[in-house]
């Protein structure tokens, strides 16, 4: 069983960035992808992206690309978000994801383990 708790949320001006951080214990985080979801206010939980087990391939959905970067260190058994450029549509609840399965930048097969969720706040 993997434990995953994300950290890092915060409110930030628009334009400025925070990095998300999901560090997991319990498990072979090693051995897991990992991606990134978020959910706003009155909307359905949206995919952000997501990384092999290895870190050596990402996924980006379309909205967040060349501003978002996710990051694994399997050393340290933590996963990264780090956020730039941040608008206010980024304004969410992210939540990090195990053991899921990549298929594109546009779909992420979620796993079985997710996290607390963390807050990201946006002001203009």
């Known amino acids: 069983q993997v434990q995953l708790v994300e950290s890092g949320g915060g409110l930030v001006q628009a334009g400025g960035s925070l990095r998300l951080a999901c560090a997991a214990s319990?498990?072979?985080?090693?051995?897991?992808?990992m991606g990134w979801f978020r959910r706003a206010p009155g909307k359905e939980r949206e995919y952000v992206a997501a990384?092999?087990?290895?870190?050596?391939?990402?996924y980006y959905t379309d909205s967040v690309k060349g501003r978002f970067t996710i990051s694994k260190d399997n050393a340290k058994n933590t996963g990264y978000l780090q956020m730039n450029n941040l608008k206010p549509e980024d304004a969410a609840v992210y939540y990090c994801n195990a053991d899921g399965v990549p298929f594109s930048d546009a779909f992420y097969r979620p796993g079985r383990y997710w996290g607390q969720g963390t807050q990201v706040t946006v002001s203009t």
């Open positions: 319990g498990g072979a985080f090693r051995t897991y992808n």
């Open positions: 990384i092999t087990y290895n870190g050596r391939i990402t």
